[in-house]
Structures are given as structure tokens and as C-alpha cells.
């Protein structure tokens, strides 16, 4: 009699935090309607998302409400029910006048908000709707990309003196708009700044110990390079662990778009130094300069972002030992997530618990994120549906 085999078993508790996972995005779909979720549980609940600077409660605002659309599209993909199909094109038709209307758009996170609202539904259904918006959204994201340093602009209004200048690694992941926009129109001028944003990113944002930075600046008027810097993690040096996530996917994501070995030797290196700074129970504390024995708060959202990374990455690599290596630790921390940090049924309106906004501000610590679930159901999704594209 054969053992079952390591894979079999993580199929099988993967199929059960699917079915788990489905019900749970159908009761929130039922609360929420059109309105959108707070970025973070608040004991384990969802609440509205709050009016803000002339924005109703349940508005959409921010850079996470398109995780919840493509929580919506994962769903319908996995289970092909009308009702997920249905508030997911709910939604795209709502950053379709968002983007119309011009409602906060100061941002790079636009690649985040119309990769998995509209992005999708042009890749899934035709929306032509959609397709536009996403058009529409790629070219506000050039408007942020500064000369001569050839970056694109996190946060705030460009004119903003405390944020000229300044990208962050999380950007990595807004980039397959601008891609996705070049394959649609054909213009280089996407693929262009692409090419140079992640060039400065591979250059500047990974330390020499492949530690990386969460923040970067560099002078608006000669391009130099200035310094780094965290928002969210715990201090200047240190490696903030969800940073160093988008890390392993935003590099693998961008050497898929452009072919550029140096991207993949990137993504290789913030996998390495993720992988080797993990505690024992492989979910991440928030920060990688805490390991076993430390008493601090973990980021399970962390663990799920690189999950999807390390399969994006063995999918890409040309070293097959690499590839095995990749996806053996992807299945391991996937293991480690669905065991101990899923909720039992309806205990939580969130997919995966013990998640980490931003410690610093005491914002979300302990909690479900909306970016956490997706990422989660997103890692589930590519070890039941192996041919699934992704909407990057």
C-alpha cells in the first residue's frame, strides 16, 4: 500500500479551503452589494468602508477594493455560478466611472485597481466597458512617471514635496497594467516605462544581502538615486515582509512581460533571502528581522503574496532544480497558511487570518486583509485550475 503523496494531501486540504473559502465570499456579497469592505477585519469582520474626504461609507476609494472584484472573478472561475460573474461585472462597471469620474486616481496603485477589476473582465469576458477603463486608468499611471529618473511616482499629488520622487516595491505589481495596455494599443511608450521603472527597482531596491528596501527616492531634477526607506516596516534597514513578497512576484511578474534575465535574477534573490528568513511555522513576522522565539505579530498576507510568486517564479525559471525548489516551497508555506491560518466556517468574513497592515500605525494588526484573501484564493486557485491565467 502507497502513502499518499505530499502533493495529494495539500490537493486535498486545498479543494477543502476552496469550499471553505466560497461561502464565505458569498455571504459578503450578500452584506456589502455594491458597496465595498474596509480594507482590514475588525475582529474578524468586514465593515463598511468608511466615508472619507467626500466619499460615502462603502465608497470606492483607496487601493483595495479591486481585491475584492478579484476575489468575485476567482470565484466565478473556480465555480462558473452567475452570482460571482455578476458582482464582479457590478464592480467593473464601478471603476469603469471612477476612472470617468477621476475619483482618486493620485496613485500608482492604479495598476492593482483596474488589473483586477477591469483587466480581468476584459480577459474573461470581452468587457469592452472595462477594457476602456483599464485603457484609461494605464494612461493616468504614465502621468506619474518622472524624467530623468525614468520611475513612476508612488503616492500624492506630483507637486506633493514629501512624496516627489519616491517609489515603493509594492509598484512592481502595478506594472502588467502598463503591459497589458502596450499589448492592447501597440504603444512602446508603456513598454518603456515598464522596462526603466523596474530597472531602477532591480538596481536600487534590493540591498546587497537581497534584503530589500520598502521605499525609495530618487532626485526629480538629475534622476540620482537618494535613499531608502520604510513606511510600514520596522525601521529604514529592516526588510518588511510583505515588501519583500512583492518582491519575489513583482520581479518574476515583469521578467514574464519583458524577458529581462536581470529580473529574473531579482525575483530569484528576494526569494532566496525571504525563504531563508522564515520562522520555523514558515508564516512570516511582519517584518523579517523578527524570527521564531520573537514576540511580534505575523503577516499571513505576506506568506500568501509570495506563494503566488514562488509558482509565478518556478514557471518562469530556466533552472529546473530551481524551478522544484520554488514550487516545493511554495506548496510548503501554502500547507502552513490553509493549517493554521484559516478561519473555522463562518467565524470571520475573512478567507485567512493573522494578517498585518501596518504596525506602525496600529492599523490592522491581527487581522483578515482584503489583499490577503485574494492572494490566498489566488495561490488555491493555481493549484486547482494549473492552466489558469493569471490577470497580471
Known sequence: MTMPSARSDLAVAADRAIAAALPTIRRNIATFGSRYPDDTTADGRYEVRPPADGFAAGANRGWTTSFWSGMQWLAWELTSDPEFRDAALGHAADFARRVRDEEDLETHDLGFLYTLSCVSAWRLLGDEEAREAALAAADHLMRRFLEPAGIIQAWGDLSDPAQRGRTIIDSLMNMPLLTWAAEQTGDERYRDAVRRHTAQLREHIIRPDDSTFHTFFWDVETGAPLRGATEQGAHDDSCWARGQAWGVYGFALNHRATGDPALLDAARRCADYLLAHLPSDLVPYWDLDYG?????????????????????????????????????????????????????????????????????????????????????????ARLAMPDWRPYW
Not at 294 to 322: N, W
Not at 332 to 342: E, R, V
Open 292 to 380: 521564531d522565539g520573537d514576540d511580534a505579530p505575523r503577516d499571513s498576507s505576506a506568506a500568501a503574496i509570495a506563494v503566488c510568486g514562488l509558482l509565478e517564479l518556478a514557471d518562469l525559471e530556466t533552472d529546473p532544480e530551481r524551478a522544484l525548489r520554488a514550487q516545493a516551497a511554495a506548496r510548503d508555506i501554502l500547507s502552513a497558511l490553509i493549517a493554521d491560518c484559516t478561519p473555522e466556517p463562518g467565524a470571520s468574513d475573512a478567507l485567512l487570518l493573522h494578517g498585518t497592515y501596518d504596525l506602525p500605525k496600529l492599523n490592522g494588526v491581527d487581522e483578515g486583509t482584503l489583499w490577503g484573501d485574494y492572494f490566498f484564493l489566488e495561490a488555491l
